[in-house]
C-alpha cells in the first residue's frame, strides 16, 4: 500500500508545530497503525530525520498510552486503540491526518505526545478505597450480587487513555471520572466514602481545566472499552447526593467553611 | 563471595512466622525519618510503595511511562492463583506449594515457595477490599477457575483483564498515599544507576524522559520493582518499554544475578506476520482447552487457514495428542512449544511463514455448538480476528510460541534483598520462587506477595539498624555515577552510524531467538556467544541515535535499553552453556531421553546459578547457590 502522511510535528511544548507531509509506500495490511509508524521512522532515521514521536507501550490495547488522533477521529475509524488497528482498516492510496490529543488540559510534549497527568491526579483526589494493607477481612465476607460485579467490572475496564476527552467538543473528562466513580460506587466496599470521593474528583477535575459535559456522548461512541453514559448519570445522581448531604466541602454546601 | 539465602530454620510451614517474628522492627514514629525509593510501579512496586508508605515510611515511586498505570502488570490477561480452596476440592497451601515447586522443575527454593502460597490467601482478600471487581458466581461469592493444567480451581479472574484491575488496585492505594504526601510520584522518569555508598545501595541516577534532566536521589534502601528482560528476544509479549537496565546496571555494580537463562516461552501466540513485526501478542492459553494442534502429515508449502479444510483428516498430525495421549493438548507450555518448534523445523509449519501450527476449534463447535465457544472465548476470537484478518470460527487460528516471561533476574535472599546491602528486588525483577519454569497465574501472585506482604517485614529489619541521616547527592559517588550515566547517552548520540536502534535489537532477537530460545546445544550456544559480541561492537561504532540528550528523545531511550539488552544476552548464553542439563523452560539437546524429552540432572544441577559481573569484557564468575529439598521428592516430570 502507499499512503499520504499528514502529520502533527512540533519540537517541545513551547515551540509552534506543524502539519508535516510524508508519503510512506511500504505499508502492508498486516501491519498495526503502530507498525507502520515504526516503519516511517526507520526511513527517517536513514535519511538523518528526526523520527516521529509517539507515546505506546502494551501493543495490546490495555495500557492506554497510545493516543493518535487519526482523520478526525480518537483512535481512528474503529472503536479500538490505536494500537489494535491494522493497515487493512485504510485503503491503497489514502492520506491519513495523524494529530496528538487536543484539549488544553492535554498539553503536547512533543509530536504526538502529550501530557495526561492530570488524570492522574483526579484518581489521586480520591479514586481509591482506603483500606491499609492487611487490613482487610476475608474476600468472602461480602457477596456481591454477581449483576453489580459485573458493572462494576465493566467500569473498571477504563484504560485511561483519554480519548474521551479527545472527542469532546468541550473537552470534558467526565466519561473517565464517571468510570472511577461508578465502579467504586457500586461495590459496597466503596460505599463508606463515596460522597467524599465524587466531591474530590469532580472538584479535581474541573481544577485541571476540562470541560462540561454537554451530553453529546461523542465520548462514549470513541472509548475504545466501551464505556456507557450511563455510568455518567451514575456520576451525576452520586453527585448530587453528596452535595445535598455534604460533611466534607462545607463551603460548597453554602457555608463558608 | 559466599551466598547466604537466609532461609529461616525450623519446619516449612512455620519458617515464615517465626522469621517474621525474629526481624527487627523499627519504631513507628522513626518509620518517618527513612526514605526509600521503589523504582517501577507494576504489581511488584506498587504495591511496595503503597504498602511501605501506609507504614509512615517516605517513599518515592519511578516509572517510564507517562501515568504508574500503565506499567507491564497491566496486560496480564489470566488470573492469579490463591490457596483459598473457596472451591473444596482439595486445595491447600501445601499443593499450590508442591505444584509450584514440581512445576518450576526443583530450581526453586523450598521456603521460598512455601511462603507464596502461604501469602496467596490474604493478597485476595486485599484486593477485593480494595474494590478490585474479581468474576463471581450467581450467589455473589469468587468464581474460581483452573488454569494451565491444574487439577484444582484457584485462579480468581477479571474477565481477560486480570493483571489490569489488580493492578488498578495497587495504583489506587498508591494514589492514597500520594494523596496524603507519603508518595511521591515520578513518571517519565527512567532509571540510569545505582548509587552504592559504603557498600550499601543508597540511591539513584534518573533521567526526566521529558527534559532529559539527570538527577540524583538518595535514600537508606533502594527497591527495583522494574520487571522481566523478555525483550532481549526484541519479539515478545512484553511491553515495548519492558527492559533489563535497571536490573542490568545494578548487576554491574555488584548484584549477582540468578539463573539468567531462564525465560518462558508460550505456547499460543499470534505468529509473526512480516518484517514490520514489533511485538508479540499472547492468546490466553485456556484456548488450548478446547482447540486441537495439528499441521499436516507431510509438508504444504504457505498452506492458510483457509485451505486447512482442504487437509484430509487422516493426512493432519495432531502431534500432541499423538505424542502425549495423557495430557494431549494441555501438556505445559514449554513441552507445547518445544513440539511446535520441531514440526515447523521439519517444514512443517503452515501459514505464509512456515513458522505456525494450527490451533483448531472445528471439532470443539461440533461438539458444543457456536454458542457455547463463543460464550468461553468471544472475546479472545475476537481480537485474533481485529489482529489477523481471519475468523476462527470459521477456520483455524495460526499460533506459534512466543517468549514471554523470564524466571532469571536479580539473585535475593530470602528477605528479596540482593547481594548489594540496602538494594531489594520484587516481582518478576528478582529470579526467586518459580524456578526453571513458572506456572500459570503465579507471576501476579509473586508480584502482589513481594509487595504487599514480605518486603513491609523485611525491609524494618534493615533499615533498624541503618542510621537515620540522610545523606548528601553531592557526594562523590552520586558525581560518579552522574558522570557515568550522562557519557554513556553522550557516546551514544555521537556514534551517527548507519543502522537504527531496531535494526540491532531485531539482530539480537534472532540470534538468541535461534540459538537460546526453546532448544539449545553446545554448539550453537558457543557460536551465538560470538555472534553477540560481534553485533555489540558493531552497535557501538555504527548506529544511529538523532536528536539531543535534553529533550524527549525515545530513539535514545531504546539504545541505552537495547546496549544493556547486548550484554546481558552474552550472560545468559554463558549460562546456558554451563547448565547441561535440561529443566524447565531450559531445554538442552545433549541432556534428553531416548524419545527426546528433557532430561533433569540434580546431582549435578540443583543448585541456583547467581553470576557475578568482573568488569567490561572480563568473564563472570558463577556461584552457586545449593537447593536442598526436605520436603518434597524430585521425580522427573512426565506427560506421556
Ligand atoms: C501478555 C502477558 C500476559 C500475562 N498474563 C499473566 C497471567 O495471567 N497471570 C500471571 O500471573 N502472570 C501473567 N503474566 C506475567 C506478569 O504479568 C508479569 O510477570 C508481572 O506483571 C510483572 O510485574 P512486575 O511488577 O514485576 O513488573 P512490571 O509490571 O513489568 O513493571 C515494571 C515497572 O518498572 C518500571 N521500570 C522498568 N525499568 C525502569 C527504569 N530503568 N527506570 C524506571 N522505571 C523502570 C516500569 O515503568 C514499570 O512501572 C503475563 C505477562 C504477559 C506479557
Ligand atoms: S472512558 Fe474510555 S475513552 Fe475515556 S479514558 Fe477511559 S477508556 Fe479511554
Ligand atoms: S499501546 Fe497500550 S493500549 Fe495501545
Not at chain 2, 201 to 212: E, S, V, Y
Not at chain 2, 304 to 324: G, H, M, N, V
Not at chain 2, 456 to 469: C, F, K, N, Q
Request: charged letters at 25%; proline letters at 4%; aromatic letters at 8%.
Amino acid at each position: 500500500m502507499k499512503l499520504t502522511l499528514k502529520i502533527w510535528r512540533q519540537k517541545g511544548p513551547n515551540e509552534k508545530g506543524e502539519f508535516k507531509t510524508y508519503v510512506h509506500d511500504k505499508v502492508s495490511p498486516d501491519m498495526s497503525f503502530l507498525e507502520m509508524l515504526d516503519v516511517l521512522n526507520t526511513e527517517l532515521i536513514k535519511k538523518g530525520e528526526e523520527p516521529v514521536h509517539f507515546d505506546h507501550d502494551c501493543r495490546e490495547g490495555i495500557c492506554g498510552m497510545c493516543s493518535l488522533y487519526i482523520n478526525g477521529r480518537p483512535h481512528g475509524p474503529l472503536q479500538t486503540t490505536t494500537c489494535q488497528l491494522h493497515m487493512r482498516s485504510f485503503k491503497d492510496g489514502e492520506t491519513i491526518t495523524i494529530e496528538p490529543w487536543r484539549a488544553k488540559p492535554f498539553p503536547v510534549i512533543k509530536d504526538l505526545v502529550v501530557d495526561r497527568s492530570a488524570f492522574d491526579r483526579i484518581q489521586q483526589a480520591g479514586g481509591y478505597i482506603s483500606v491499609n494493607t492487611g487490613a482487610a477481612p476475608d474476600a468472602n465476607e461480602i457477596p456481591i450480587p454477581k449483576k453489580i460485579a459485573d458493572e462494576a467490572m465493566d467500569a473498571a475496564t477504563c484504560i485511561g487513555c483519554g480519548a474521551c476527552v479527545a472527542a469532546c467538543k468541550n473537552a470534558s473528562a467526565m466519561l473517565f471520572v464517571a468510570a472511577k466513580v461508578s465502579h467504586l460506587a457500586l461495590l459496597p466496599q466503596g460505599h463508606a466514602e463515596r460522597k467524599e470521593r465524587v466531591e474530590r474528583m469532580v472538584a479535581q477535575m474541573d481544577a485541571e481545566g476540562f470541560g462540561a459535559c454537554t451530553n453529546t456522548r461523542a465520548c462514549e461512541a470513541e472509548c475504545p472499552k466501551g464505556i456507557s453514559v450511563a455510568h455518567i448519570a451514575r456520576l451525576n445522581r452520586e453527585y448530587y447526593n453528596a452535595m445535598l448531604t455534604s460533611y466534607e466541602l462545607p463551603s460548597k454546601a453554602g457555608g463558608d467553611g | 563471595m559466599t551466598l547466604d539465602s537466609k532461609i529461616p530454620d525450623g519446619p516449612l510451614a512455620e519458617k515464615w512466622t517465626r522469621h517474621k517474628f525474629n526481624l527487627k522492627l523499627v519504631n513507628p514514629a522513626n518509620k518517618r525519618k527513612y526514605d526509600i525509593i521503589v523504582v517501577g510501579t507494576g504489581l511488584a512496586g506498587a504495591s511496595a510503595a503503597a504498602s511501605l508508605a501506609e507504614l509512615g515510611y517516605n517513599v518515592k515511586t519511578f516509572c517510564f511511562q507517562d501515568s504508574p498505570r500503565r506499567a507491564h502488570s497491566i496486560a496480564a490477561q489470566g488470573g492469579i492463583n490463591a490457596a483459598k480452596n473457596y472451591q473444596n476440592d482439595g486445595d491447600s497451601v501445601y499443593r499450590l506449594f508442591y505444584d509450584t515447586i514440581k512445576g518450576g522443575d526443583y530450581r526453586a527454593r523450598e521456603a521460598n515457595v512455601y511462603r507464596l502460597a502461604e501469602v496467596s490467601v490474604n493478597i485476595i482478600d486485599q484486593c477485593v477490599a480494595q474494590g478490585v471487581p474479581f468474576a463471581r458466581e450467581y450467589g455473589g461469592l469468587l468464581a474460581n477457575r483452573s488454569f494451565g493444567g491444574a487439577q484444582v480451581s484457584r485462579t480468581f479472574y477479571a474477565r481477560g483483564q486480570t493483571g489490569q484491575q489488580l493492578l488498578l488496585g495497587a495504583y489506587s492505594a498508591m494514589n492514597r498515599q500520594i494523596a496524603a504526601g507519603k508518595v511521591k510520584s515520578y513518571p517519565r522518569t527512567e532509571m540510569l544507576d545505582v548509587v552504592v555508598v559504603d557498600g550499601r545501595a543508597r540511591g539513584i541516577i534518573t533521567r526526566d524522559l521529558i527534559t532529559g534532566k539527570i538527577e540524583a536521589h538518595s535514600a537508606h534502601a533502594v527497591l527495583l520493582c522494574t520487571g522481566g528482560y523478555g525483550n532481549v528476544f526484541y519479539l515478545s509479549t512484553n511491553a515495548k518499554g519492558s527492559n533489563a537496565s535497571a536490573a542490568w546496571r545494578a548487576h554491574k555494580k555488584g548484584a549477582l544475578f540468578g539463573n539468567p537463562c531462564f525465560t518462558q516461552i508460550h505456547p499460543t501466540c499470534i505468529p509473526v506476520s512480516g518484517h514490520h513485526q514489533s511485538k508479540l501478542t499472547l492468546m490466553s492459553e485456556s484456548l488450548r482447552n478446547d482447540g486441537r494442534v495439528w499441521v499436516p502429515k507431510k509438508p504444504v508449502k504457505g498452506l492458510t487457514a483457509r485451505d486447512a479444510a482442504k487437509i484430509p483428516e487422516s493426512e493432519r498430525d495432531y502431534f500432541l495428542e499423538r505424542r502425549y495421549p495423557a495430557f494431549g493438548n494441555l501438556v505445559p507450555r514449554d513441552v507445547a512449544s518445544r513440539n511446535a518448534k520441531y514440526v515447523c523445523d521439519e517444514g512443517r509449519g503452515v501459514g505464509p511463514t512456515g513458522l505456525a501450527v494450527f490451533l483448531d476449534f472445528s471439532d470443539a463447535i461440533k461438539r458444543d455448538g457456536k454458542k457455547t465457544i463463543e460464550a468461553r472465548y468471544g472475546n479472545l476470537f475476537d481480537m485474533y480476528q481485529q489482529i489477523t484478518g481471519d475468523n476462527p470460527y470459521e477456520v483455524p487460528m495460526m499460533i506459534y510460541p512466543a517468549v514471554h516471561y523470564t524466571m532469571g533476574g536479580l539473585w535475593v535472599d530470602y528477605n528479596l534483598m540482593t547481594t548489594i546491602p540496602g538494594l531489594y528486588a520484587l516481582g518478576e525483577a528478582n529470579f526467586s520462587d518459580h524456578g526453571a519454569n513458572r506456572l500459570g497465574a503465579s507471576a501476579l501472585m509473586q508480584g502482589l506477595a513481594d509487595g504487599y506482604f514480605i518486603i513491609p517485614y523485611t525491609i524494618g529489619d534493615y533499615l533498624a539498624g541503618m542510621p537515620y541521616e540522610k545523606i548528601s547527592t553531592d557526594r562523590p559517588e552520586f558525581k560518579e555515577a552522574i558522570e557515568q550515566a550522562t557519557g554513556r547517552l553522550h557516546r551514544l548520540l555521537s556514534i551517527k552510524g548507519k543502522k537504527t536502534v531496531d535494526e540491532y535489537h531485531r539482530e539480537l532477537g534472532m540470534i538468541m531467538w535461534d540459538y537460546c530460545g526453546m532448544s539449545r546445544n553446545e554448539e550453537g550456544l558457543k557460536l551465538a556467544k560470538k555472534k553477540i559480541q560481534e553485533l555489540r561492537e558493531e552497535f557501538w561504532q555504527n548506529v544511529n541515535v538523532l536528536g539531543s540528550a535534553n529533550e524527549l528523545n525515545m530513539e535514545l531511550e531504546k539504545a541505552n535499553r537495547v546496549s544493556d539488552f547486548m550484554e546481558l544476552a552474552e550472560l545468559m548464553v554463558d549460562d546456558a552453556l554451563h547448565r547441561r542439563e535440561s529443566c524447565g523452560g531450559h531445554f538442552r539437546e545433549e541432556s534428553a531421553t531416548e524419545d527426546g524429552e528433557a532430561r533433569r540432572n540434580d546431582n549435578e544441577f540443583a543448585y541456583v546459578a547467581a553470576w557475578e559481573y568482573k568488569g567490561e569484557n572480563q568473564p563472570e564468575v558463577l556461584h552457586k547457590e545449593e537447593l536442598k529439598f526436605e520436603n518434597v521428592k524430585l521425580t522427573q516430570r512426565s506427560y506421556k
